[in-house]
């Protein structure tokens, strides 16, 4: 069957305007990850999302980055006004409920803001 | 603060030569996870460590778990080039989370 998918697989964009990165997480996955890999930093958590439940938000940076997921499917993660600090790979993952160690990554969208 | 410190961060190493990444992290967590990542690639699991004192081998690699000590152990045993990746330890932190906090990653390169 089909893995996580992500699109764009590339994205470069002026400093200042919004992006949108999508997620097509794997069909009856209801845990949805987002990560951010960075040189600098490494992979970071941004945001975790489970059924309907309120998602976990504590690894958002700041307030110019958002996610939804909608009908509990596909996620997509929005990013305000962005700025140069913002380049990295943008990786998605999915899992069954409570199978957190069973997650599986999509290959990622390569941000670039100029 | 949630942390995980691999070492070394970069490996060079022939083939044919045993080697060792090691991972502490700063929970209580009873469980550790590995991942593979080739260059321009995403994640792929390798190794699912679920309890203290789990062992689990694959081919050429070997991970294993001590809680008690808060360290994970990757071992590499006659490298081969195909090894040449990141790999990346993965702790769910405390009571079940489902945030994995990573290690930076140890880049490993095997020459011929």
């Known amino acids: 069957g089909a893995g996580v998918s992500q699109s764009p697989s590339n994205k470069v964009t002026e400093k200042g305007k919004d992006v949108e990165l999508r997620c097509d997480p794997i069909s009856g996955h209801t845990a949805l990850y987002w990560y951010r890999q960075s040189l600098g930093q490494g992979l970071e958590f941004l945001i975790y999302f489970q059924g309907n439940s309120a998602p976990d938000k504590s690894g958002l940076p700041s307030d110019r980055f958002s996610a939804e997921r909608t009908g509990g499917s596909v996620s997509t993660l929005t990013i305000q006004r962005t700025q140069q600090e913002d380049s990295a790979v943008y990786l998605c993952?999915?899992?069954?409920?409570?199978?957190?160690?069973?997650?599986?990554f999509g290959p990622g969208t390569r941000l670039t803001v100029t | 603060e949630l942390k995980v410190e691999q070492n070394p961060l970069f490996l060079s190493m022939q083939e044919g030569k045993n080697y060792t990444i090691y991972c502490n992290y700063s929970?209580?967590?009873?469980?550790l996870y590995w991942y593979r990542q080739d260059p321009g690639k995403s994640l792929e699991s390798l190794f699912v460590?679920?309890?203290?004192?789990a062992v689990k081998q694959e081919g050429r690699l070997m991970a294993s778990l001590d809680t008690k000590a808060r360290l994970s152990t990757l071992h590499i045993t006659a490298a081969v080039h195909d090894l040449s990746a990141t790999y990346f330890c993965?702790?769910?932190?405390?009571?079940?989370?489902?945030?994995?906090?990573f290690g930076k990653g140890t880049k490993l390169t095997v020459n011929p």
């Open positions: 993965a702790d769910p932190g405390e009571g079940g989370s489902e945030k994995l906090v």
């Open positions: 460590l679920l309890s203290n004192g």
């Open positions: 929970t209580t967590s009873d469980r």
């Open positions: 993952a999915s899992s069954l409920r409570g199978r957190a160690h069973e997650q599986y």
